[in-house]
C-alpha cells in the first residue's frame, strides 16, 4: 500500500503493531514478562501504528492487555509442554515473537519459526547480533502454500519425538476451511502432540470485523475471517 494515509499497509505490519505492546509491557516495574527484544523489533512503525489505531478506534484506545494476556498464556503453556518433553517447537506465522532468545529453554531444543520472506528477513537484520537460547532455524513460507507447508510438517516429523506448535495470532485471518485444512495437516504426523491456539468468539469476530480496526486491516487487503459459532469443538 502506496497510501501514506493507510495506517496498516501488510500483514507484517501487524506484528510490528503487537510487538509494540510487549514492548510496553516490558517497561511496567510489575511486568507479567520481560521482552528486551520487542521495542527494536516494533521499530518506530510499530509504535507510530499504535498510536494512530489508538486514535479514536475503539481497539486501539484500549490498553495492550488482550495482547499482553494472550503473551503469558502462551509462555505458560508451552512452558508446561516444555517440561512434559516436547523436542521441537514449531512456531507458525511467527512474526516479531522473541521466544527463542527471551525464555529459559534447553539448549538442544529445536525451534523452528516460519513465516513471510519480508518479515523473515526484517527479523534476521534485528536479531543479527543476538544469540538464541536454543537451536533456532527460520523458514520463509506462505503458509497458503499447501504443497510447501505439508512437506514442511513431512521433513520435521521425522526430526523430533514431540512437536509443540504455536500459532499466535493466526488463524483469525484464516477462513474456516483453511483452519480446518491446515488443523488435518498438523494431525497427519503422529509426532505434532500439541497445538497451542487462541480462537475469537463469533460474537467477538462480528466486533473486530464491524469496528475501525477490521476497516484498517481491510484497507491493506487483510481480514478477520475466524470465530466459530462451535467455539473448540469445530476441531
Same mark, same amino acid.
Given at each position: 500500500?502506496?497510501?501514506?494515509?493507510t495506517?496498516?499497509?501488510?500483514?507484517?505490519?501487524t506484528?510490528?503493531?503487537?510487538?509494540s505492546f510487549?514492548?510496553?509491557?516490558?517497561?511496567?516495574?510489575?511486568?507479567?514478562?520481560?521482552?528486551?527484544?520487542?521495542?527494536?523489533?516494533?521499530?518506530e512503525?510499530g509504535?507510530?501504528?499504535?498510536?494512530?489505531?489508538?486514535?479514536?478506534?475503539?481497539?486501539?484506545?484500549?490498553?495492550?492487555?488482550?495482547?499482553?494476556?494472550r503473551?503469558?498464556?502462551?509462555?505458560?503453556?508451552?512452558?508446561?509442554?516444555?517440561?512434559?518433553? *516436547?523436542? /521441537?517447537?514449531l512456531? %507458525? =506465522?511467527? !512474526?516479531?515473537?522473541?521466544?527463542?532468545?527471551r525464555? +529459559?529453554?534447553? #539448549? $538442544?531444543?529445536?525451534?523452528?519459526?516460519?513465516d513471510?520472506?519480508?518479515?523473515?528477513?526484517?527479523?534476521?537484520?534485528?536479531?543479527?547480533?543476538?544469540?538464541?537460547?536454543?537451536?533456532?532455524?527460520?523458514?520463509?513460507?506462505?503458509?497458503?502454500?499447501l504443497?510447501?507447508?505439508?512437506?514442511l510438517?513431512?521433513?520435521?516429523?521425522?526430526?523430533?519425538r514431540?512437536?509443540?506448535?504455536?500459532s499466535?495470532?493466526?488463524?483469525?485471518?484464516?477462513a474456516?476451511e483453511?483452519v *480446518?485444512? /491446515?488443523?488435518?495437516? %498438523? =494431525?497427519? !504426523?503422529?509426532?505434532?502432540?500439541?497445538?497451542?491456539i +487462541?480462537?475469537? #468468539? $463469533?460474537?467477538?469476530?462480528?466486533?473486530?470485523?464491524?469496528?475501525?480496526?477490521?476497516?484498517?486491516?481491510?484497507d491493506?487487503?487483510?481480514?478477520?475471517?475466524?470465530?466459530?459459532?462451535?467455539?473448540?469443538?469445530?476441531?
Amino acid at each position: 500500500m502506496n497510501d501514506p494515509n493507510t495506517i496498516v499497509r501488510s500483514v507484517s505490519d501487524t506484528a510490528r503493531w503487537v510487538a509494540s505492546f510487549r514492548a510496553v509491557e516490558t517497561r511496567r516495574p510489575d511486568a507479567l514478562f520481560r521482552d528486551p527484544f520487542a521495542e527494536r523489533l516494533a521499530g518506530e512503525r510499530g509504535f507510530q501504528i499504535a498510536k494512530m489505531l489508538a486514535q479514536g478506534t475503539e481497539q486501539g484506545s484500549a490498553p495492550g492487555w488482550a495482547w499482553v494476556a494472550r503473551t503469558w498464556q502462551f509462555d505458560f503453556f508451552l512452558t508446561r509442554l516444555l517440561r512434559d518433553g *516436547a523436542d /521441537l517447537v514449531l512456531n %507458525l =506465522a511467527a !512474526g516479531l515473537d522473541a521466544r527463542p532468545y527471551r525464555m +529459559e529453554l534447553p #539448549s $538442544a531444543l529445536q525451534w523452528v519459526e516460519v513465516d513471510l520472506p519480508e518479515i523473515i528477513s526484517y527479523k534476521q537484520e534485528i536479531l543479527a547480533a543476538d544469540t538464541p537460547k536454543c537451536r533456532l532455524e527460520r523458514v520463509p513460507l506462505d503458509l497458503s502454500d499447501l504443497k510447501g507447508r505439508r512437506a514442511l510438517f513431512e521433513a520435521l516429523n521425522v526430526r523430533a519425538r514431540k512437536i509443540a506448535v504455536v500459532s499466535e495470532g493466526l488463524l483469525v485471518y484464516f477462513a474456516p476451511e483453511e483452519v *480446518a485444512t /491446515l488443523a488435518r495437516d %498438523l =494431525a497427519f !504426523g503422529p509426532k505434532f502432540q500439541n497445538w497451542i491456539i +487462541e480462537i475469537s #468468539s $463469533a460474537i467477538q469476530l462480528l466486533l473486530m470485523q464491524q469496528g475501525s480496526l477490521g476497516k484498517h486491516l481491510s484497507d491493506a487487503n487483510v481480514k478477520f475471517k475466524f470465530g466459530p459459532p462451535e467455539g473448540v469443538d469445530f476441531f
